[in-house]
């Protein structure tokens, strides 16, 4: 009974240092995918037809005006750098756009610190947490908002091209293979199959191992 315990105390802890070694892990790997990571964040004045089809208008005008100096960019820091040097030019596009929309919104447009909820991107999941953003904000910002990945560029991908071979193609210029699989496989509210059936593996493994152990002590005994 004693062995059998201590067993127990055994396998139980080395299967709790596999399962947190997993999460820290993934967490570290998360954090630096987010630092390599700007998203495009645009809120509507409202959730009226007119404010939600302004905010679209805005987002094509923003992107469109971007596009050209984003092309053959690889660096973050050198991301932000454009964005902010181009932020007059930002600006000037989205009061642009609402003027000819007939709108005198106020408008808050900053690079900044965003807290995003999980959300799927093609054949992405980003997790919650914060992330770089260039956020537009129209008017009283009240409306449902619309988000991209500005960096790397996925924003600019043409819809009728095939996402995800052009996600691949874009996200491999900044992240590596493990990050890019870690955004496919999902959050750190899942742990990936292959594992779950790699800790079975060792646990049964191991706990026969004891078991073989325990006979032949309990044969020595005799």
């Known amino acids: 009974m004693k062995y059998k315990l201590i067993a127990f105390v055994l396998i139980t802890l080395f299967l709790y240092g596999i399962f947190m070694n997993i999460y820290i892990n993934t967490d570290s790997n998360f954090a630096a995918i987010k630092n390599k990571i700007i998203r495009l964040h645009i809120i509507a004045n409202s959730?009226?037809?007119?404010?939600?089809?302004?905010?679209?208008?805005?987002?094509?005008?923003?992107?469109?005006k971007m596009k050209p100096v984003f092309n053959d960019l690889k660096d973050?820091?050198?991301?932000?750098?454009i964005i902010k040097d181009n932020m007059e030019v930002i600006k000037s596009t989205v009061q642009k756009e609402l003027e000819e929309a007939g709108?005198?919104?106020p408008i808050e447009v900053e690079l900044t610190e965003c807290d995003f909820p999980t959300k799927k991107y093609g054949d992405l999941t980003f997790p919650k947490g914060e992330y770089q953003a260039?956020?537009?904000?129209?008017?009283?910002?009240?409306?449902?908002?619309?988000?991209?990945?500005?960096?790397?560029?996925?924003?600019?991908?043409?819809i009728a091209q095939d996402m995800g071979i052009m996600e691949e193609e874009e996200l491999q210029e900044v992240l590596s293979k493990e990050e890019i699989e870690l955004l496919k496989n999902g959050t750190l509210d899942k742990v990936p199959i292959k594992i779950k059936f790699k800790v079975a593996e060792i646990y049964k493994s191991i706990n026969s191992k004891i078991s073989k152990l325990m006979r032949k002590e309990t044969e020595i005994a005799k």
């Open 47 to 64: 959730d009226s037809l007119k404010d939600q089809e302004l905010k679209l208008k805005v987002r094509d005008a923003v992107l469109n």
């Open 76 to 81: 973050t820091d050198k991301a932000k750098e």
């Open 103 to 105: 709108k005198n919104f």
């Open 134 to 158: 260039l956020n537009i904000k129209i008017g009283n910002g009240q409306g449902k908002n619309w988000w991209c990945v500005m960096f790397p560029p996925l924003c600019f991908v043409d």
